[in-house]
């Protein structure tokens, strides 16, 4: 049923950006080919895996392999945590406060809303060619912070962005109800995304996709900023539209174009990752509020 209407939906997309083909609307085209190549490449990775894997879980994702005989009788050389030491006790206390992830996320929101109007309706001079002078949506986005996302995910952490991010924290918050309160009843139909096609493959097309999108219409150079803005608006559509269709963060998980080359930087962030200060008292918990949340409050995604 997952594979018949994304189906559907990779068809009616087709059509669309056909006919935006035949008007020649750069805008049509360009929102045509982001949903048309979203929609194929989650249906066509699906349907590769139903062709190669019969288990419907994601066990495939897994490299088995035989263990040495060879003991180590060594601790685990993990980087320490960012929460050690008194400035750590207070980040710590701040991330516990229920209203601490909105607060985070807000001012982030407000920007990229912010470069969506410009692009869409700010004063653009363009040269002959068609390359805006004067607007600032395109440069903001490219120029600006692109770069200085894979700087400080590197730097501090690859996941900081994950906290930052306008896209998901709007999701959740409708999703949720509220922006920071637990709500019980959430909205939509929380479905849980199928377990066989639980992989990275998706965000790693995604992003290539999404790079090779803004390299052809000339996007970042500073080109049309009305561009940047479908880019921006589609992924903050898109986020909403599987929100309402499956639980919470499945976005984040599968789809997001960011997730997999955040991985990768996470791996090498010089100032180390998040793990727990005491590993057996973990081992001993058996609700885990921390990562799944209790009536109170959400877990930390």
């Known amino acids: 049923m997952f594979n018949f209407f994304a189906m559907i939906f990779t068809i009616a997309s087709g059509i669309f950006t056909w006919l935006a083909g035949v008007l020649k609307d750069v805008l049509m085209i360009e929102a045509g080919i982001l949903v048309f190549t979203t929609s194929l490449t989650v249906l066509g990775v699906n349907l590769i895996l139903d062709l190669t894997v019969k288990s419907d879980t994601n066990s495939w994702i897994f490299v088995s392999y035989k263990r040495t005989q060879v003991q180590v009788d060594r601790e685990c ?10 400035s750590g006790s207070l980040l710590s206390k701040f991330f516990k406060k229920s209203w601490a992830h909105f607060a985070i996320i807000f001012p982030s929101f407000l920007v990229f809303y912010v470069v969506m109007a410009v692009g ?13 002078l004067v607007n600032f949506a395109s440069d903001i986005s490219w120029f600006l912070w692109f770069p200085i996302l894979w700087v400080l995910t590197w730097v501090a952490n690859g996941r900081v962005w994950c906290q930052t991010c306008p896209f998901s924290g709007q999701a959740k918050w409708l999703h949720r109800r509220h922006p920071w309160k ?16 639980s992989t990275i493959l998706f965000s790693a097309v995604g992003f290539s996709v999404l790079t090779w999108v803004e390299e052809f219409y000339n996007i970042g150079g500073p080109g049309i900023p009305a561009l940047t803005s479908i880019v921006l608006i589609y992924i903050a559509v898109l986020e909403l539209f599987v929100t309402l269709i499956f639980q919470d963060r499945t976005f984040c998980r599968t789809l997001c174009p960011l997730s997999v080359p955040l991985a990768v930087t996470t791996m090498i962030s010089p100032l180390g990752t ?18 799944k949340g209790n009536k109170e409050y959400y877990g930390c995604p």
Do not use: Q
């Not at 050389?77 to 008194?86: L, T």
């Not at 637990?182 to 995304?193: A, E, F």
């Not at 998040?274 to 990562?291: H, L, N, Y």
């Open 182 to 197: 637990k709500v019980m009843n959430k909205i939509g139909l929380n479905l849980r995304w199928p377990m066989k096609y």
């Open 274 to 291: 998040f793990r727990a200060k005491d590993p057996e008292k973990c081992k001993k918990c058996t609700t885990k509020d921390c990562m």
């Open 120 to 132: 869409l309706v700010g004063y653009e001079k363009v040269d002959p060619l068609g390359i805006s």
């Open 77 to 86: 050389e993990h980087r320490p945590s960012i929460f050690s030491g008194k």
